[in-house]
């Protein structure tokens, strides 16, 4: 497992990104095209996922990101935590659920 910082990221294009955040954070705003997956369901949501894609994993501020990303490397999917989560995102942001 790899991690950057929300700068680099933001400048990547065509990129999976996982939002772990619960609902009621995402309701405040996300990031455009991020998939919500609150680390509270994540378990029950992991199976939804593809092997064959790297995904970015955002949270608030990089904790809980950082755990999601530890699950699941150890199960096999390519993921890269996002450091600074949500907090250092400076973005146009998506109010759709």
């Known amino acids: 497992m790899r991690s ?14 996982l ?3 619960e ?6 705003g996300k990031i ?5 997956m609150p680390l509270s369901s994540f378990q029950v949501l ?8 790297t995904y970015h994993v955002v949270c608030q501020s990089g904790s809980r990101s950082l755990m999601a990303c530890q699950i699941l490397t150890q199960m096999g999917y ?5 450091l600074g989560g949500m907090g250092a995102y400076k973005g146009v942001l998506d109010y759709e659920m």
């Open 32 to 36: 455009p095209g991020a998939q919500n």
């Open 4 to 17: 950057i910082i929300m700068q680099e990221m933001m400048h990547l294009k065509d990129i999976s990104i």
């Open 46 to 53: 992991i199976p939804t996922l593809s092997r064959d894609k």
């Open 19 to 21: 939002d772990v955040r």
């Open 23 to 28: 609902i009621d954070e995402v309701m405040t």
């Open 78 to 82: 390519n993921v890269v935590n996002v």
